[in-house]
């Protein structure tokens, strides 16, 4: 079955400073990854997906993630973290056909020093 | 463009008791996901609903059910309400193209049972 883990449950990095989120999946066949991100309050919101083709995915507010299958993960990094991307990041992994087998990690919560 | 709307935003019950969200898909979506996230965790998969039907199911008693409309907004029903049924119960609308497409998700309804 498929799983997600996220391994840090929590991080702190210093604004303007470099951020990598781990996440590391399990999956039978080839996955289709996404990371989304929630604000306090708030729903997800898609940050980037992973489908096939190139396995360095750009995504919105700067963010991007390398898809390693190797490794079997997709971390997602951001060059120069911003106070408003404080948030809860969550990575999801789920297969070709249809939504309906879409599993989530926990979460990592990134707090943001100024 | 309107995106996936839920209603009520908070909502407070007691145990045995029963409750409906509302959930208005996104402009041109067909398919409706609904999730609980409980706190702390990441979203888990209830149901998925396409044509009016219950098209896939996660790990969730009877007690879950639920309904979509012919305009493709849906509902979710709890009977039987269990203190562990407080979490932020959330929407997400899809196209139905037979292949992994992008979920957007709703604010959420956030369910209190005391």
């Known amino acids: 079955a498929q799983s997600v883990t996220q391994p840090d449950i929590h991080i702190t990095v210093s604004e303007g400073a470099s951020l990598e989120l781990r996440c590391n999946y399990s999956?039978?066949?080839?996955?289709?990854l996404f990371w989304y991100v929630q604000s306090p309050g708030q729903g997800l919101q898609l940050l980037l997906k992973?489908?096939?083709?190139?396995?360095l995915v750009q995504g919105i507010k700067g963010f991007e993630a390398e898809f390693k299958r190797s490794q079997s993960s997709f971390n997602l990094r951001k060059p120069s973290v911003h106070w408003s991307d404080a948030a809860e990041y969550f990575c999801?992994?789920?297969?070709?056909?249809?939504?309906?087998?879409?599993?989530f990690g926990a979460g990592t919560r990134l707090t943001v020093k100024p | 463009d309107a995106g996936v709307t839920q209603s009520p935003t908070h909502l407070i019950k007691t145990r045995g008791q029963q409750v409906t969200l509302r959930c208005s898909p996104k402009?041109?979506?067909?398919?409706v996901s609904w999730y609980q996230q409980a706190l702390g965790q990441g979203p888990q998969f209830i149901f998925q609903?396409?044509?009016?039907?219950?098209?896939q199911r996660g790990n969730f008693p009877d007690r879950f059910s639920g309904h979509q409309f012919p305009n493709y907004s849906s509902e979710l029903n709890v009977n039987a309400l269990l203190l562990g049924d407080s979490a932020l119960y959330l929407c997400?609308?899809?196209?139905?193209?037979?292949?992994?497409?992008?979920?957007?998700f709703g604010p959420g309804t956030r369910l209190l049972v005391l």
């Open positions: 997400a609308s899809s196209l139905a193209t037979g292949y992994q497409e992008t979920q957007y």
């Open positions: 999956y039978g066949a080839t996955p289709y």
């Open positions: 992973y489908f096939s083709g190139d396995t």
């Open positions: 999801a992994v789920g297969g070709p056909y249809n939504n309906n087998d879409m599993r």
């Open positions: 402009s041109g979506h067909d398919t």
């Open positions: 609903y396409y044509e009016e039907e219950e098209r």
